[in-house]
């Protein structure tokens, strides 16, 4: 495994670098973030492990590979993220996953406000709690939460899925959800998540929360379509000079 020092670097350099390195090595350590900013910014291979704090924006537009961050994380990590994993050892700041489309992401710790802002598919894992506002908005996806969640979760979903442990959840709902219990096919595939990401929990111990089917969201706005690789070709010149 090679190792890549990032202690005098600026995100746009640290990110060439990675893109660089990772075309030979699969695997690669990364020494001495000091809560840098944009770390793996539309990352498309290779496996990062960050040992320490990343900043703002960690893994946004993340396309495949996979990060490890073995400290806490900044807020807005995995903005925008297509595809591939992040995994956050210690706790993460406020807008995780928002507009997430595809990929994993896993929270070992705590996460702040807005939570899944606006997702629109793939799986955000919280073991610990979540702040007020979670799965705002969200158009697709999956959110399990393990904690507690602060109030207003779940307000003006279209789609997807929240599942939540927390029993005082009832008190904290947010506008057009309802909660319902898991079917056998939910309780599946969460308890294969549970047991793929080490988690020691039991999906049958969860709730769902869906969105009304009625009141002011009674009326498809639209079907969502995702086409990433669509997508890539009008937003890969705009990453390039972020990078």
Not at 11 to 24: A, D, F, M, T, V
Not at 150 to 165: C, D, F, P, Q
Request: charged letters at 25%.
């Amino acid at each position: 495994m090679e190792y890549l020092d990032a202690a005098n670097l600026q995100s746009r350099e640290l990110n060439k670098l990675l893109k660089q390195k990772l075309q030979k090595n699969k695997e690669l350590k990364l020494k001495n973030p000091h809560s840098l900013h944009n770390i793996g910014i539309g990352l498309e291979m290779g496996e990062v492990i960050i040992e320490g704090n990343t900043g703002f924006y960690a893994g946004g537009f993340l396309n495949g590979a996979n990060l490890t961050i073995e400290a806490n994380a900044g807020w807005y990590t995995g903005d925008n993220m297509m595809a591939g994993e992040i995994t956050i050892k210690k706790n993460a700041g406020c807008n995780l996953a928002v507009y997430q489309s595809g990929g994993t992401i896993v929270v070992h710790g705590n996460v702040g406000s807005r939570l899944g802002y606006g997702m629109k598919g793939g799986t955000t894992i919280v073991c610990g709690s979540a702040g007020m506002w979670a799965g705002q908005m969200i158009l697709g996806g999956r959110l399990i939460v393990l904690g507690e969640v602060g109030r207003e979760v779940g307000e003006s979903m279209y789609k997807g899925v929240i599942y939540l442990k927390d029993k005082a959840v009832e008190a904290k709902l947010g506008g057009n959800v309802f909660i319902d219990d898991l079917n056998k096919e939910e309780i599946k595939e969460i308890n294969q998540l549970f047991s793929h990401y080490g988690i020691n929990e039991e999906a049958s111990k969860l709730q769902a929360l869906r969105p009304l089917t009625s009141g002011r969201h009674q009326y498809e706005l639209f079907e969502i379509d995702l086409q990433a690789e669509e997508a890539r070709k009008y937003s890969s010149k705009s990453l390039e000079e972020l990078l």
